[in-house]
C-alpha cells in the first residue's frame, strides 16, 4: 500500500533548526505534487510549502524567508528545512502527496497524507 512517513520532529528552542523527512512509495512520487500542512492545537490545518514534480515551490507568508522544501525524486523523500523557529511553528506537520497542484495547494480530496511528526518550538 502506498505510504508517506514523516521523520525528523521534535523539540528545539526558539531560532533553532530541524528537518522533516517524508519518504514515500516509489510508484507516487515522481510525477506527484508534494507538499507539507501543519496543524497547530486548536487551530485548522495550514499549508506551509508545496513543490511540484518541476521543482516549483510556494510558501505560506508565515514561513517565506525560514523555510525550504526540496525533494530527492532517486529516494523518494521530501523535506523540509526549517529555520529560525518561532514558537508559533509548534504544530503537526504532514506530508501530502496528490498529482494535481490545485487538490495539494488547496489541501481538498488529498489523495494521500501522512501520519504526521510533531514540530515543538519552546525555551
Known amino acids: 500500500q502506498v505510504q508517506l512517513v514523516e521523520s525528523g520532529g521534535g523539540w528545539v528552542q526558539p531560532g533553532g533548526s530541524l528537518r522533516l523527512s517524508c519518504a514515500a512509495s516509489?510508484?507516487?512520487?515522481?510525477?506527484?505534487?508534494m507538499g507539507w500542512y501543519r496543524q497547530a492545537p486548536g487551530k485548522q490545518r495550514e499549508l506551509v510549502a508545496t513543490?511540484?514534480?518541476?521543482?516549483?515551490?510556494h510558501y505560506a507568508d508565515s514561513v517565506q524567508g525560514r523555510f525550504t522544501i526540496s525533494r530527492d525524486n532517486a529516494k523518494n523523500t521530501v523535506y523540509l528545512q526549517m529555520n529560525s523557529l518561532k514558537p508559533e511553528d509548534t504544530a503537526v506537520y504532514y506530508c501530502?502527496?496528490?498529482?494535481?497542484?490545485?487538490?495539494?495547494?488547496?489541501?481538498?480530496?488529498?489523495?494521500?497524507w501522512g501520519k504526521g511528526t510533531l514540530v515543538t518550538v519552546s525555551a
Open positions: 501530502a502527496a496528490d498529482p494535481l497542484y490545485g487538490r495539494l495547494r488547496e489541501g481538498v480530496r488529498v489523495e494521500r
Open positions: 516509489g510508484s507516487i512520487f515522481s510525477g506527484y505534487v
Open positions: 513543490m511540484d514534480s518541476g521543482g516549483s515551490t
